[in-house]
């Protein structure tokens, strides 16, 4: 099955820093790439994804690339703020029959500091 | 955050016992999916359903049984076969097919005593 690793497993930046998160999947047949964020008590929502089609897509501050040849994925935050602060997950979703099916990443505590 | 429900907020329960928790969707969601999720492990799948009265297993369904009798109800029982059950549970949605956005409950956090 798939595997997905996740890196860092905290991460502490200043307020109107960067944040970068990175994640690698092991199975080449993976072909979406969701990113969902979890704040302090709330459930968690999908932030940005992306497909295999393209290599880079862009939201406002958050930015998602991918590299297939290498199998990694990355969560850019530029600009960050204090409601930035949550629990990042990353997911891989690889085609099981008629569904799709997604395997998470452990999770990145991102924290933004004043 | 309405859409899809969970209850109870909170679920205690004897080792030993059987529990049952609840999940209700009024999305009109097809597919339903159950998750654990511990700390630093991420979230992992237990089972999922793309259609009422089909259910698959997914990577940690040893344990834990489901039906999907209605669109809207994937409850999920926690059986006494569960090694280590006391974990937060989420249950999601979306629409059928190939990757589409999935929409968390609020969860339920289960301790068995």
């Known amino acids: 099955g798939e595997n997905v690793e996740q890196h860092p497993s905290t991460l502490s930046v200043q307020e109107g820093d960067s944040a970068v998160i990175k994640c690698t999947y092991s199975?080449?047949?993976?072909?979406?790439f969701p990113w969902y964020k979890q704040e302090l008590g709330k459930r968690p929502q999908l932030i940005i994804d992306i497909r295999s089609n393209v290599g880079e897509k862009k939201d406002q501050r958050i930015a998602v690339t991918l590299n297939k040849t290498a199998k990694h994925f990355s969560l850019h935050i530029t600009e960050t703020q204090p409601e930035d602060s949550a629990v990042y997950f990353c997911?891989?979703?690889?085609?099981?029959?008629?569904?799709?099916?997604?395997?998470f990443g452990t999770g990145t505590r991102l924290q933004v500091t004043l | 955050d309405g859409g899809i429900t969970q209850s109870p907020k909170y679920l205690f329960r004897k080792e030993g016992q059987n529990v049952t928790l609840s999940c209700e969707q009024n999305l009109n969601h097809d597919a339903m999916y159950w998750y654990r999720q511990d700390p630093g492990q991420g979230l992992r799948l237990i089972y999922y359903?793309?259609?009422?009265?089909?259910?698959q297993k997914g990577d940690i369904a040893e344990g834990y049984s489901v039906s999907r009798e209605k669109k809207e109800s994937f409850p999920l029982t926690v059986t006494s076969a569960q090694k280590n059950p006391t974990a937060f549970y989420l249950c999601?949605?979306?629409?059928?097919?190939?990757?589409?956005?999935?929409?968390f409950g609020p969860g339920t956090r289960l301790t068995v005593l």
């Open positions: 359903s793309q259609i009422v009265n089909d259910f």
């Open positions: 999601a949605s979306s629409k059928r097919g190939l990757h589409n956005e999935q929409f």
């Open positions: 997911a891989a979703s690889m085609i099981t029959g008629t569904a799709s099916k997604l395997t």
């Open positions: 199975d080449s047949a993976s072909n979406y």
